[in-house]
């Protein structure tokens, strides 16, 4: 069973980048046809998609977060990062990595992990 498990502080100041890592086991980033992907839920909202990397490397993101989001892999430690820079209070959210297939424009994700609150506060 492929599992995926979030990492990162809890806390970041507004202004400055917010950084995690998902690390994957029992499964490989350089899957055939899969996505990884970044999605966050903020408090009282849906969940909202970030970015993706895929099993070769390319990555795509939201464009309402394009600008300030950078989306990386490390295949020798089967993990991928999340960077988004200059956050503010509107990003404080639940933040969950998970893989999948890409389905049209779209995703189905087979793996997530347990998610991770990140707060943006002074």
């Known amino acids: 069973q492929v599992q995926l498990q979030e990492s990162g502080p809890g806390l970041v100041k507004p202004s400055q980048t917010l950084s995690l890592t998902c690390t994957v086991s029992n499964g490989s980033l350089i899957t055939n046809y899969y996505y990884w992907s970044w999605i966050r839920q903020p408090p009282g909202k849906g969940p909202e998609w970030i970015g993706c990397?895929?099993?070769?490397?390319?990555?795509d993101y939201s464009p309402s977060l394009k600008n300030r989001t950078s989306i990386s892999r490390d295949t020798s430690k089967n993990r991928f990062t999340l960077q988004l820079g200059s956050v503010t209070p509107e990003d404080t959210a639940v933040y969950y990595c998970?893989?999948?297939?890409?389905?049209?424009?779209?995703?189905?994700?087979?793996?997530w992990g347990q998610g991770t609150q990140v707060t943006v506060s002074s």
């Open positions: 998970a893989g999948g297939v890409r389905i049209g424009v779209g995703h189905k994700f087979n793996y």
């Open positions: 990397i895929s099993a070769s490397g390319s990555t």
